[in-house]
């Protein structure tokens, strides 16, 4: 599980963050079988913007928000 | 249908975490572990009456396939009564404190093993390491895992020899994919997907 708060965009260190994360969901003996990302909000919004959201449901990712 | 021999370590330390131990019980624990690892085998084969055929992916298809059915039964895993919670912060932005509760609430919903669950997972990572410390000869080897201290085989044993992938725990990811399993995340076919997945690891050296 991983936690973000206000809106979230697809930065460098983010995608990196999505790479890593499924590597670790496609890599049977992980101990990492599901991947969820939860937003919460603050005074930016929540959420990811749509590029992210896309990163983050073509890499098996569930997006969890908490408005 | 027998009871399933559970895996206790003999050691006090056993309760704490792998981070808090020391590097001797760490070790002591390895020592153990390595001690017990064909004993544990035994007791998997015995109990599902199943006698290994000299094809690791054929026996862990069949495992898996008896695994997967028992791990679901009540001796083996609970559903526990706590419901999700919906997610209410006392502020906005919400503490990391409040954040962290919450994941741990989450943590503690849906399916847990019960003691022969975990033993019943461990052993099924003992069995996939015993395949590929035989298929991969000397290429691959037990090691105590010392850094990163962050990761959540820290102090554990682990195989070590792999190209790219650092490590692998055999015993702490059977687990967590036998909790794949319960949450409907993973099928029988998940101790084979890992050995092959492993062993193509090794031979790429």
């Known amino acids: 599980m991983e936690a973000k708060v206000g809106r979230t965009s697809l930065t460098k260190s983010i995608r990196k963050q999505i790479q890593k994360d499924i590597e670790l969901l496609n890599t049977p003996g992980s101990g990492v079988t599901a991947v969820e990302w939860h937003f919460f909000p603050s005074k930016t919004g929540i959420g990811p913007t749509a590029p992210l959201r896309q990163a983050l449901e073509e890499g098996g990712i569930k997006i969890i928000e908490h408005p | ?205």
């Not at chain 2, 370590?9 to 975490?17: C, D, I, M, V």
């Not at chain 2, 035994?42 to 992916?57: A, K, Q």
């Not at chain 2, 195989?159 to 949450?183: K, M, N, V, W």
Request: charged share 20%; glycine share 6%.
């Open chain 2, 1 to 205: 249908m027998p009871k399933y021999p559970l895996f206790l370590p003999p050691f006090e330390f056993a309760n704490k975490p792998p981070l808090q131990w020391s590097a001797k019980e760490a070790r002591l624990y390895f020592n153990w572990l390595l001690s017990i690892h064909r004993e544990r085998i035994d007791g998997l084969l015995t109990f599902f009456e199943e006698p290994l055929t000299g094809s690791p992916c054929a026996d862990l298809d069949r495992l898996g396939t008896h695994v997967a059915k028992t791990i679901v039964t009540p001796d083996f895993s609970r559903r526990i009564g706590l419901v999700p919670k919906n997610f209410k912060p006392s502020q906005i932005p919400p503490s990391r404190e409040e954040i962290s509760a919450y994941f741990q609430h989450l943590n503690q919903t849906g399916p847990k093993l019960t003691n022969a669950g975990y033993a019943l997972a461990a052993d099924m990572g003992l069995l996939v390491a015993k395949f590929l410390l035989s298929e991969c000869g000397d290429r691959i080897k037990w090691s105590i895992l010392k850094r990163p201290k962050s990761d959540m085989s820290y102090n554990l044993p682990v195989l070590i020899g792999f190209s790219t992938l650092q490590h692998l725990d055999p015993i702490g990811g059977s687990i967590a994919e036998a909790y794949g399993i319960l949450r409907g995340n993973r099928g029988a076919a998940i101790w084979k997907d890992i050995f092959i997945f492993w062993k193509e690891k090794a031979s790429q050296q």
